[in-house]
């Protein structure tokens, strides 16, 4: 069973900082691309950044560029999203994808306001 399980969002106020995971499970996590997607309240989701298998590529959206840094630990299927100086439009849920075979976690919210 693919299970993909994101944790660590909260309420931070503006400046703040949070570290989001995502543990996969029932597929091969470390032959895959993953992603970080985000739907704020009102807007579509929008990818945030992605990673390739081995870590060698990353990329970013501009509004992140900076401030978020996405990374992996294939030895323990996680997937990671350091955030930092965190601003109120990056209030959203936050989830984690594997854009091929298309897996997506439940979610974790992030609140950034005073």
């Known amino acids: 069973q693919v299970q993909l399980v994101e ?3 909260d309420l931070v106020q503006p400046g703040g900082s949070l570290r989001l995971s995502c543990v996969a ?3 091969p996590f470390n032959k895959f691309l993953m992603e970080w997607h985000r ?3 009102g807007k579509e989701r929008e990818v945030v950044a992605s ?3 081995a870590s060698g590529v990353v990329n970013y959206i501009p509004p992140v560029k900076g ?3 996405v990374s992996r630990d294939n030895t323990k ?3 990671y999203l350091e ?3 965190l601003r109120p439009e990056d209030t959203a849920v936050y989830y984690c994808h594997a854009p091929s075979p298309n897996f997506w976690g439940q979610g974790t919210r992030v ?3 005073s």
Request: charged letters at 10%; proline letters at 4%; zero cysteines.
């Open 39 to 41: 739907q704020a309240p």
């Open 51 to 53: 990673i390739s298998s």
């Open 67 to 69: 401030r978020f840094t």
């Open 7 to 9: 944790s660590g969002g």
């Open 25 to 27: 499970s029932g597929f």
């Open 83 to 85: 955030m930092k100086n």
């Open 77 to 79: 299927n996680t997937l």
């Open 111 to 113: 609140t950034v306001s």
